[in-house]
């Protein structure tokens, strides 16, 4: 989830990270001690490639995962929701105060630490391309020297009211693609193409009409959680959220403020990467009522020869699309529905008069919310199933992230079905990451979990936090999670390194 219950007043639709940022703003502790050099190993992308695929290479396994010793610990500034990138022996990450921090993999020992102390709902995180390290603040993009830190260029993109930025960029062939995102009225999403030597803009679009459907004081739409996806010819594919105000503004419920579809908020749109024209896009939630954002990074996978794009988001289903033509080949619905995925056309057409509150399941911070991972031949869809009670067609009652429960689905990639579908006692708001034989997920209640990838067994699992919002990725023998430390630990905030046999 992102952060609605510390900025409710100004944008929906982001992950709850304020009850992490408020824990893990305690004392610093110290990093683990240098070690021995480890084998090579990467996490070269924000998701892991260029087409989202969120798979590792290295030595975890069913075998060998109860290994897992602690190895490292970082204490990190600011709340923390990104995924860590791996490169020649040194992590990059960022927290929400938008600093970066180059950490060796090896010892746990801070290289350099970048600060910008400049809050970000998240989210975000960094690329690391050609020793750049390409980042946002909520307001800026940026570039760095990825050895010193050093700053080489950075460029104001949130321009409007209501403007911010909360994604790690996508870096391809020269190029830079960062996106603004809805904090507020008068945010009109826009992905910004940039030079990557330079920071020069090349071209942007916007994903919403400049005017927000007649009420721009009131309206706002669009931007990006996550990195596009790149193709082998150099398109984008990218998924966009969702409009604002939800359910309604006052004197104006159920988004009547907002007439109309609403596009291309809650579509999947593939671009040209030299210009930025629409190639083709399907939008596959109009009139979005309850903040259903189609949020996740699209993955790229192909069957029998043709490519398909796969995307998913809080409305809780899968979609699969045709990359070529557009076309959607299947879609999916997954975790709790109770019969209200179709009210948003209603209320687009003027027929929704709901009497009293209403619970609508997938909630506000449930559905789809993180990030898929694949295979290529089976999806694995982390799960949220928080109900939202609805008070009227302009208030709701946040739910207790901490009582949501969880799935982690496996299905299959050309066809749709679901292979296996495994329960998890608390939301897996920490993705889904391939290890070999392992998929690896996070729960909101601070537990890693290895589930196998063929039948969904609980191989393994540890309860490394007291409370954990991010995605964990594995680079060699090194697994590597964020969250807020448990308390015997001093209940701060860290990054944290696991190794097999702790790396001694």
């Not at 700053?151 to 870096?171: F, H, K, Q, T, Y």
């Not at 790229?300 to 070529?324: C, H, N, Q, S, Y």
């Not at 023998?477 to 097999?500: K, N």
Request: proline share 6%; net charge negative; with cysteine.
């Amino acid at each position: 989830m992102r952060c609605e219950v510390a900025r409710r007043n100004i944008g929906g639709g982001r992950r709850l990270l304020a009850l992490i940022a408020l824990l893990g703003a305690l004392a610093a502790v110290g990093c683990g001690d240098s070690g021995s050099s480890r084998p090579v190993a990467s996490w070269a992308a924000p998701n892991g490639d260029a087409t989202n695929h969120r798979r590792a290479s290295g030595s975890i396994d069913a075998e060998s995962v109860s290994r897992l010793e602690v190895a490292w610990r970082v204490p990190l500034a600011g709340g923390y929701a990104a995924t860590p990138i791996v490169l020649d022996g040194v992590v990059y990450a960022q927290d929400l105060q938008s600093n970066v921090y180059a950490i060796e993999l090896d010892s746990g020992r801070v290289l350099w630490q970048r600060a910008y102390e400049e809050s970000d709902i998240g989210p975000n995180g960094v690329n690391v391309v050609d020793g750049t390290v390409f980042g946002a603040t909520q307001t800026h993009a940026f570039a760095l020297d990825a050895k010193t830190g050093e700053e080489r260029w950075i460029l104001r993109l949130a321009r409007r009211p209501g403007d911010a930025i909360d994604m790690a960029p996508g870096v391809a062939d020269g190029t830079v693609y960062v996106s603004t995102a809805v904090a507020g009225a008068g945010a009109v999403g826009t992905l910004w193409a940039l030079d990557a030597d330079t920071g020069r803009p090349k071209w942007r679009w916007e994903q919403v009409p400049a005017g927000l459907w007649g009420q721009p004081d009131v309206n706002s739409g669009g931007g990006l959680w996550h990195p596009p996806a790149f193709d082998d010819d150099g398109q984008l594919y990218v998924s966009v959220a969702n409009p604002l105000p939800f359910p309604g503004a006052k004197g104006q419920p159920w988004g009547s403020s907002r007439p109309g579809d609403n596009r291309w908020t809650n579509s999947i749109v593939k671009l040209d990467a030299a210009t930025g024209r629409v190639l083709w896009g399907h939008q596959v939630l109009p009139h979005d009522l309850y903040d259903w954002d189609l949020e996740g990074p699209v993955i790229l996978d192909r069957v029998d020869g043709r490519r398909l794009a796969i995307t998913a988001g809080k409305m809780g289903i899968v979609f699969a699309f045709d990359a070529e033509s557009g076309a959607l080949r299947w879609k999916r619905p997954v975790g709790l529905h109770n019969g209200h995925d179709d009210d948003n056309l209603r209320a687009m057409r003027g027929r929704y008069h709901p009497r009293g509150p209403r619970t609508i399941l997938p909630g506000w911070w449930g559905g789809v919310e993180t990030q898929m991972a694949s295979d290529g031949e089976v999806l694995y869809v982390p799960v949220n199933n928080l109900p939202t009670l609805y008070q009227s067609g302009t208030d709701l009652t946040p739910s207790d992230p901490q009582r949501g429960t969880g799935e982690v689905v496996a299905i299959d990639v050309a066809t749709g079905r679901v292979r296996w579908d495994r329960r998890l006692p608390r939301s897996p708001y920490g993705a889904a990451t391939i290890s070999n034989d392992l998929v690896l997920t996070t729960t909101f209640d601070g537990r890693l979990w290895a589930l196998a990838r063929s039948t969904g067994r609980i191989v393994w699992s540890t309860g490394a936090f007291s409370m954990t919002n991010a995605p964990l990725v594995v680079a060699g023998d090194t697994l590597i999670a964020g969250g807020v430390s448990l308390p015997q630990e001093g209940q701060q905030l860290q990054l944290v390194a696991y190794r097999l046999d702790g790396g001694g």
